[in-house]
């Protein structure tokens, strides 16, 4: 079946200027990861989604930074006044339903948006 | 909150050779993959080991989490080995994945 896919691919923006990501998780996959990856740097989490429950934000770098997840699918994660700091590759990463009390299942990884900020 | 370690930071190899990258964490897991970033930046994954050995062709892992610590074993490596190799854990109390910095491998023809 499909993958994880997001768009834009790449995405070039002006300093100050707002953007908006997007991630398609796998069909029926629960779970919805953020994470920011600088160049030849290793992964930063951003933020979590777990079904209908409140997201885990604790990886957001500032207030700048904000994601929704419409209907228990699609994710978008917008960055509002964009810094050149805030060039990296975004990465969307989504999971199978978690059983209760069990353990965490394999994530699987988009291709990720390469966003430059000039 | 939980700390990962990969050794080494980096690895050259001739085409052939074999190899054994290592992942070290600082508390109990109960979920440990590996990934492989091909030089598209995409990342792959390779397996799904919280505990015990697994095995993929010439690829295997093995896990011991009493002691914290995971191995990525590459038999005969080709050229499209080449790329960096991450471990993400998650611990039973945090929701989100932490990853190591990951093993920069260039096999070399």
């Known amino acids: 079946g499909a993958g994880v896919s997001q768009s834009p691919s790449n995405k070039v923006t002006e300093k100050g200027k707002d953007v908006e990501l997007r991630c398609d998780p796998i069909?029926?996959?629960?779970?919805l990861y953020w994470y920011r990856q600088s160049l030849g740097q290793g992964l930063e989490f951003l933020i979590y989604?777990?079904?209908?429950?409140?997201?885990?934000k604790s990886g957001l770098p500032s207030d700048r930074f904000s994601a929704e997840r419409t209907g228990g699918s699609v994710s978008t994660l917008t960055i509002q006044r964009t810094q050149q700091e805030d060039s990296a590759v975004y990465l969307c990463?989504?999971?199978?339903?978690?059983?209760?009390?069990?353990?965490?299942?394999?994530?699987?990884f988009g291709p990720g948006t390469r966003l430059t900020v000039t | 909150g939980i700390q990962v370690e990969q050794s080494p930071p980096d690895l050259i190899l001739q085409e052939g050779a074999n190899s054994t990258l290592r992942c070290n964490f600082s508390d109990s897991v109960n979920n440990l993959q590996w990934f492989h970033q091909n030089p598209w930046g995409q990342l792959i994954n390779l397996f799904y080991i919280p505990s015990g050995t697994k095995q993929n062709g010439r690829l295997s892992a093995t896990t011991v989490a009493t002691e914290r610590y995971s191995l990525l074993y590459i038999s005969s490596s080709q050229t499209t080995d080449s790329g960096v190799y991450f471990c993400a854990v998650k611990d039973g109390y945090g929701q989100n994945f932490v990853f190591g910095p990951g093993t920069r491998l260039s096999v070399l023809p």
């Open positions: 990463a989504s999971s199978p339903t978690r059983l209760a009390g069990g353990p965490s299942y394999e994530q699987y």
């Open positions: 989604f777990q079904g209908n429950s409140a997201p885990d």
């Open positions: 069909s029926g996959h629960t779970a």
